[in-house]
T-cell receptor, first 113, second 107 residues
Framework: GAVVSQHPSWVICKSGTSVKIECRSLDFQATTMFWYRQFPKQSLMLMATSNEGSKATYEQGVEKDKFLINHASLTLSTLTVTSAHPEDSSFYIC?????????FGAGTRLSVL | LAKTTQPISMDSYEGQEVNITCSHNNIATNDYITWYQQFPSQGPRFIIQGYKTKVTNEVASLFIPADRKSSTLSLPRVSLSDTAVYYCLVGELGFYFGSGTKLNVKP
C-alpha cells in the first residue's frame, strides 16, 4: 500500500513556542491530506482538510490561526501549532488518500511543558 | 456522513476467529466501508475495504449484507499481536472515526 511519512514522531516544546509537523506522501501524489488529533483513550478527531495550492478547510471548533496548515506541494503538508500551550499536548496524525483508501502517518506526539 | 456504531470492546483467545460488527444505518449509495487497526501511539493501519457482499484479503474478510446497513470484519485465528483498536469508517473517503472496538486477545 501507499506510504505516508510523518515527522517528527515526538516533540517536546515550551509553552508559547511554535511546532511544525510534516506529512509526506512517499510514493504517490496527494492533492488532499487530512490532519487528526487524538487524545489518550479517545478516537481520532478530524481537525482539517489540507488542499494543495489552496487554503485548508477546518472542522468546527478548530482554531485556524492556531493550527496553521500549508500544503505547498503534491507530496507535503505541514501543520504548525502556534503559541502552543499544555492543552495542545496530544497525538497528531496525518493521512492522505490513494485510490479511495486513506493511508495514515505514524503520528506525532506533542508534549507542551 | 454516515455514523457508525461498534461494540466498545471484545475479548478473544489466541487461535479463535473474531467477528466485529459495525452498524451504519444511514450509509449513502456512494459510500465505501473501510476498516482500520490502530495500536497505541501509532497511526491507523488499513485492513480492508468493501462496497458490497464479501471481500477477502490476506489478513481479514469483510462481510456486507445486501442492505449495507452493517458490516462485519472477520479476523481468522487471532494472535496476541492482534490486540488493538479496530475502527470502521463509512464514506467516500471516510473522515469521521467512531469509538472503535478494543479487541483484547488472551493467551
Amino acid at each position: 500500500g501507499a506510504v505516508v511519512s510523518q515527522h517528527p514522531s515526538w516533540v517536546i516544546c515550551k509553552s508559547g513556542t511554535s511546532v511544525k509537523i510534516e506529512c509526506r506522501s512517499l510514493d504517490f501524489q496527494a492533492t488532499t491530506m487530512f490532519w487528526y488529533r487524538q487524545f489518550p483513550k479517545q478516537s481520532l478527531m478530524l481537525m482539517a482538510t489540507s488542499n494543495e495550492g489552496s487554503k485548508a478547510t477546518y472542522e468546527q471548533g478548530v482554531e485556524k490561526d492556531k493550527f496553521l496548515i500549508n500544503h505547498a506541494s503534491l507530496t507535503l503538508s505541514t501543520l504548525t501549532v502556534t503559541s502552543a500551550h499544555p492543552e495542545d499536548s496530544s497525538f497528531y496524525i496525518c493521512s492522505a488518500t490513494s485510490e479511495y483508501i486513506q493511508y495514515f502517518g505514524a503520528g506525532t506526539r506533542l508534549s507542551v511543558l | 456522513l454516515a455514523k457508525t456504531t461498534q461494540p466498545i470492546s471484545m475479548d478473544s483467545y489466541e487461535g479463535q476467529e473474531v467477528n466485529i460488527t459495525c452498524s451504519h444505518n444511514n450509509i449513502a449509495t456512494n459510500d465505501y466501508i473501510t476498516w482500520y487497526q490502530q495500536f497505541p501511539s501509532q497511526g491507523p493501519r488499513f485492513i480492508i475495504q468493501g462496497y458490497k457482499t464479501k471481500v477477502t484479503n490476506e489478513v481479514a474478510s469483510l462481510f456486507i449484507p445486501a442492505d449495507r446497513k452493517s458490516s462485519t470484519l472477520s479476523l481468522p485465528r487471532v494472535s496476541l499481536s492482534d490486540t488493538a483498536v479496530y475502527y470502521c469508517l463509512v464514506g467516500e473517503l471516510g473522515f469521521y472515526f467512531g469509538s472503535g472496538t478494543k479487541l483484547n486477545v488472551k493467551p
